[in-house]
């Protein structure tokens, strides 16, 4: 593992033992490198921050978007099975409270989660554009604005869950929003129910 891997790590972990707050030298020295180092990769403990917000987003991105492994038998199937996985990340990643949580107001994780978001909401557009043509989604639907509630609904959701004692059951809370979705987008009896069969 490099320096820079071995400082987002440090710091992340710091980040997860501060409640959101760090130190430089803190963070040297859990990575073994001098602050002088840290400063030099990353310009201020700002930079820092937003690289450990930022490797957060390309894991999520990996797991659940562009390099998710999610179920081919139909586009329900998999746009379900990609919620559970959303879930199943958030859930299982510590830092995850922190990042929809506490750091969400700090202005470099605000540029970062906006970029991250402004790609996703490209993305969805053009994938319920696809599901359009192929019939799965009406055609009056506007993918632009309704990607936008979708995503905006599902991140709420988890944010609610995430700070919840106990946390929702994944699975319940994965069926819960996925009957709005599918209400949202429409679809057919058949195709929900077929989905939450999968």
Known sequence: MGT?????????????????HL?????ATRARVSVGLAYHHFGSKAG??????????????????????????SWAARERARIRSYIAFHYAHPFAPLVIGTLSRA????????????????????M????????????????????????????QALVGSLMREPRPDPD?????IWVFIAAALRLPVETDARSRSA
């Open 4 to 20: 820079r891997e071995r400082l987002i790590g440090a710091a992340q972990e710091e980040l997860i033992r501060g409640h959101g």
């Open 23 to 27: 130190e430089m030298q803190a963070v």
């Open 48 to 73: 820092l921050i937003a690289a450990v917000v930022e490797d957060f987003y390309n894991r999520l991105d990996g797991a659940v978007f562009s390099g998710a492994r999610l179920p081919t038998e």
């Open 107 to 126: 202005p470099e994780v605000v540029d970062v989660e906006t970029a991250f978001t402004a790609k996703q909401l490209a993305a969805g557009a053009l």
């Open 128 to 155: 319920l554009e696809a599901a359009q043509r192929d019939g799965i989604v009406p055609g009056d639907i506007d993918p632009q604005l309704t990607i936008a509630l979708m995503i905006g609904g599902i991140r």
């Open 172 to 176: 319940k809370l994965t069926n819960d």
